[in-house]
């Protein structure tokens, strides 16, 4: 009976917001015209629908030149990837690569590795600063919080998360048709963050349908520290 009233207690004092657990961000750097990506987007749609992950695809476009043009990619997909390259210490960029929590990464073609890293990052100990969206989603506030050596960063980023089917008619994917799931449409730097309550502006979104996330990560490519999402 004690334990159950001090259960309660603990219920009652602490926010609900404190009590869930930040998401484990696992994010898939992909082509349409990637021989080798093909299987990985169907295992990121399967860790798209496990409670806890936030699964996120971003198309690059370095491999458009062998002979289809990725019709989700942007250079900004990129750029993010790069400066994952240069944090993590990697050689260069490749895909099909995964990212988690911007902490650490794996070839994609490689599942059970992948799903063993998710779960490690899922029991992990986090202590994210407070994020709120206010102004019905053209703000959020991130609160107080620790910041890594290096400083840290605020991120913007939409994605679509309907599934959807591209039929590659060239290159070495030609005649297959390549499903993809939570497609990033926008990724913005929204400025800095640096240990202290900030309020920062949200643009509205290019398209409709899209689902909005915001990122306090290390900067240039750190880990993630804190996650809050929101439809819309």
């Given amino acids: 009976m004690r334990k159950a009233a001090l259960l309660s207690l ?4 602490v926010p ?3 009590l869930a657990r930040t998401p484990v961000v ?56 790069k400066a994952y390259v240069a944090k993590l210490d990697l050689r260069e960029p490749y895909t099909p690569q995964v990212v988690i929590d911007g902490r650490l990464q794996a070839s994609a073609v490689k599942p059970d590795r992948v799903d063993k890293l998710v779960k490690d990052a899922e029991r992990l100990h986090l202590d994210p600063p407070d994020m709120r969206f206010l102004a019905r989603g053209k703000r959020i506030d991130v609160g107080s919080g620790r910041v890594p050596r290096g400083g840290a ?9 309907r599934e ?6 060239s290159g070495d994917n030609r005649g297959q048709t390549v499903v993809q799931q939570n497609v990033v449409r926008e990724v ?11 309020s920062y502006r949200l643009p509205a979104p290019s398209e409709p349908g ?13 880990r993630i520290l804190g996650v809050a999402q929101r439809k819309g």
Avoid at 210 to 218: A, F
């Fill in 153 to 161: 960063e605020v991120w913007l980023i939409r994605y679509d998360p």
């Fill in 188 to 198: 913005k730097r929204l400025g800095p963050w640096r240990g202290r309550p900030a």
């Fill in 10 to 13: 603990i219920l009652t004092v």
């Fill in 16 to 18: 609900a917001a404190a």
């Fill in 210 to 222: 899209l689902r909005t996330v915001v990122l306090v990560q290390g900067a240039h490519g750190g």
């Fill in 26 to 81: 696992v994010e898939l750097y992909t082509a349409q015209g990637c021989a080798a990506c093909v299987q990985p987007a169907a295992h990121l749609a399967k860790l798209a629908e496990e409670p806890g992950v936030l699964a996120l695809t971003f198309p690059v476009d370095y491999w458009d030149y062998l002979g289809w043009t990725d019709t989700f990619a942007k250079p900004e997909f990129a750029d993010r990837q």
């Fill in 164 to 169: 959807q089917d591209v039929a590659v008619k």
